[in-house]
């Protein structure tokens, strides 16, 4: 598979105030994606788009490691998303809201750190290579559909990335992450939610559980999120487990994940299957199918969707892509694929599909 993130090493600094084993480094990292989106069925019309940050996210980040000795680092993340389309912020986002952290790592103890990071719902089941929309979709394979109802606040459409596989983050949290161990390693996470007079309001957790052997591996996470609103305090929950197996140049992976509204009711379950295979080191070609269900409180909705990709790699960090994703969902629902985030982005009935052409580098 392909690295999410990867960078090039810019700066080795040795500080004359610390021991000669002392070093530290400042890795500039980021990612660049732009294309071309047809859009089948958009109020009942086609339309083309620019879009970015589609195969990957569009990032310019910052990571430091310092040796302190003893297998011991301190270590530093502070990540930027923006448009690619006109360099701008992405709504409601500020400086380094992608990511921003602090901590410690140890080959001993394990890593702690704190500050605005991912919860396991991303570390344990998509950046261990379980989720299929890493491998076709991409930001359109993620999870959405007709479950507006749901109403995840703060979220552009009331369901975009239900399950927080595209890397949701939990703020003003401390994470723990403990070394491997005959392949076997367990996280845990807790975000205050910085409420004066109430030391659980707003308050967040997460946990993953993750076994990499040589080519099989398997995870699991559970995430629980509660949101300030003026109208009260909303909980949203998630829980998923995945796996891959690599064989002869295949990738297989899948994943079941679920949501639900504490407050307001909705749920929602998925399934999802796909497989990536590499026809020579630079083409591949990607698929995968999902299935998801809502609730009686979203109208017992349910859609299919499948994507799929060719992809051609220029060089070791650039690539194009020919990329598209349909969904289709019950009768009298309105489909919406994820990625899609303007109000009247839903189709004019159950079916809705996305063709794409685009270029991702990193750096």
């Known amino acids: 598979?392909?690295?999410?993130?990867?960078?090039?090493?810019?700066?080795?600094?040795?500080?004359?105030?610390?021991?000669?084993?002392?070093?530290?480094?400042?890795?500039?990292?980021?990612?660049?994606?732009?294309?071309?989106?047809?859009?089948?069925?958009?109020?009942?019309?086609?339309?083309?788009?620019?879009?970015?940050?589609?195969?990957?996210?569009?990032?310019?980040?910052?990571?430091?490691?310092?040796?302190?000795?003893?297998?011991?680092?301190?270590?530093?993340?502070?990540?930027?998303?923006?448009?690619?389309?006109?360099?701008?912020?992405?709504?409601?986002?500020?400086?380094?809201?992608?990511?921003?952290?602090?901590?410690?790592?140890?080959?001993?103890?394990?890593?702690?750190?704190?500050?605005?990071?991912?919860?396991?719902?991303?570390?344990?089941?998509?950046?261990?290579?379980?989720?299929?929309?890493?491998?076709?979709?991409?930001?359109?394979?993620?999870?959405?559909?007709?479950?507006?109802?749901?109403?995840?606040?703060?979220?552009?459409?009331?369901?975009?990335?239900?399950?927080?596989?595209?890397?949701?983050?939990?703020?003003?949290?401390?994470?723990?992450?403990?070394?491997?161990?005959?392949?076997?390693?367990?996280?845990?996470?807790?975000?205050?939610?910085?409420?004066?007079?109430?030391?659980?309001?707003?308050?967040?957790?997460?946990?993953?559980?993750?076994y990499v052997g040589a080519a099989f591996g398997a995870n699991a996470a559970y995430t629980d999120v509660k949101y300030v609103t003026p109208g009260g305090e909303i909980g949203i929950r998630n829980w998923g487990v995945g796996a891959h197996y690599n064989w002869s140049g295949f990738v297989f992976n899948g994943i079941v994940t679920t949501v639900r509204n504490t407050v307001a009711g909705g749920a929602i379950a998925e399934a999802s299957g796909g497989l990536i295979y590499y026809i020579r080191p630079d083409w591949s070609v990607g698929g995968a199918y999902m299935y998801m269900k809502g609730n009686q409180v979203l109208n017992n909705n349910h859609a299919h969707q499948v994507s799929a990709i060719l992809d051609h790699l220029l060089s070791k960090r650039t690539s194009v892509y020919l990329m598209s994703v349909y969904q289709r969902t019950n009768a009298g629902a309105q489909a919406l694929i994820n990625g899609l985030t303007e109000p009247n982005d839903s189709a004019s009935g159950p079916n809705q599909m996305i063709v794409r052409v685009g270029v991702h580098t990193l750096f």
């Open 1 to 210: 598979m392909k690295p999410f993130f990867a960078g090039a090493t810019v700066a080795m600094l040795a500080s004359a105030a610390l021991p000669a084993h002392a070093q530290s480094s400042v890795t500039i990292y980021g990612a660049l994606d732009a294309g071309l989106s047809y859009i089948s069925n958009v109020g009942g019309h086609g339309t083309l788009r620019m879009d970015d940050g589609i195969n990957r996210p569009t990032l310019l980040g910052f990571r430091g490691v310092e040796n302190l000795g003893g297998g011991n680092r301190a270590v530093f993340e502070l990540t930027t998303q923006f448009s690619l389309d006109n360099g701008s912020l992405l709504p409601g986002q500020s400086l380094f809201s992608r990511t921003a952290y602090v901590g410690f790592d140890s080959d001993r103890l394990g890593r702690l750190t704190l500050g605005n990071q991912y919860d396991f719902m991303t570390d344990s089941l998509f950046f261990h290579g379980d989720d299929p929309a890493e491998d076709a979709g991409h930001l359109y394979g993620f999870r959405a559909g007709p479950f507006r109802k749901l109403g995840i606040p703060n979220n552009p459409t009331g369901d975009f990335d239900w399950d927080r596989m595209a890397a949701e983050r939990i703020a003003n949290s401390v994470k723990y992450m403990s070394p491997t161990y005959a392949g076997w390693s367990a996280g845990a996470m807790y975000g205050f939610g910085n409420v004066a007079g109430s030391i659980g309001t707003g308050n967040s957790s997460s946990v993953g559980l993750n």
